[in-house]
């Protein structure tokens, strides 16, 4: 329990340090346990996607959806995505990359990933039924974020503990930790959406390897924000892939 205690205090800005007293030790191994968060962001999603849309049109519907993962987890993905992209579209180097990624200050790359993210984010979920929409996010959240966690195994640690914005280095899975991890990551796209959906999972795993591809060439290794920026990106194909098969 101290180790999902530990991803979800990280991952969310929920008060469940109020619930679990969880030593600094086991927040090296949040990642490892990031599908389990996702079974909440997605359920919470899912939850006001589908409450809202008996109030309001549905565009209203996905946009408050949307708002109440923002708020759950402080837009530390989103954060993550604008970082990664201002370093990687204006780095040149590996520490100029690493710097520029550690800087507060969201440039001209970060603001265009984020106003593509939402914009495609938006048109995806509101192109789909409402039924469909709300079985997708709760199966896509938890399924990126169970093939994110495979980062540390694809990579290093760009950095070192000192230099790390969390103060951290994510231990790599191991055996019992991936077991628990793909509970939590495939039994929702498997127990929720039809066989025909389940295609969609080749877009997210080829955008990982293609991005942590990226980042092995670039930084010769991942960072915080490089996961958050991995997430969204996996999160994002998945939904492509649901869309491209519906329309089929």
Avoid at 146 to 175: D, Q
């Amino acid at each position: 329990m101290n180790n999902i205690g530990a991803a979800l205090i990280f991952f969310t800005r929920l008060p469940f340090w109020r619930i679990f007293n969880v030593p600094n030790e086991y927040f090296k191994q949040v990642i490892n346990y990031w599908s389990v968060v996702g079974w909440l962001t997605g359920a919470v999603m899912a939850l006001v996607l589908w409450g809202a849309s008996f109030v309001f049109p549905i565009h209203i519907a996905v946009v408050l959806a949307i708002l109440s993962r923002l708020l759950i987890t402080g837009a530390l993905h989103e954060d993550g995505l604008a970082d990664f992209f201002d370093g990687f579209g204006g780095g040149t180097s590996k520490e100029r990359i690493l710097a520029i990624m550690k800087d507060s200050h969201i440039g001209t790359y970060g603001v265009v990933s984020l106003i593509f993210y939402f914009l495609l984010l938006f048109l995806l979920l509101t192109s789909l039924p409402l039924h469909i929409a709300c079985l997708v996010v709760l199966a896509g959240d938890p399924l990126c974020k169970f093939i994110g966690s495979f980062i540390t195994l694809r990579l290093p640690y760009a950095r070192n503990e000192e230099t790390s914005k969390a103060k951290m280095v994510y231990k790599t899975m191991v055996l019992r930790t991936f077991i628990l991890s793909a509970l939590f990551g495939l039994v929702p796209i498997f127990g929720l959406l039809p066989k025909e959906y389940w295609l969609a999972v080749i877009l997210p795993i080829l955008v990982f390897l293609l991005l942590t591809s990226l980042m092995n060439k670039k930084i010769q290794g991942y960072t915080g924000d490089c996961c958050g920026a991995l997430f969204l990106m996996c999160e994002l194909s998945f939904y492509l892939g649901i869309v491209a098969v519906y329309n089929y």
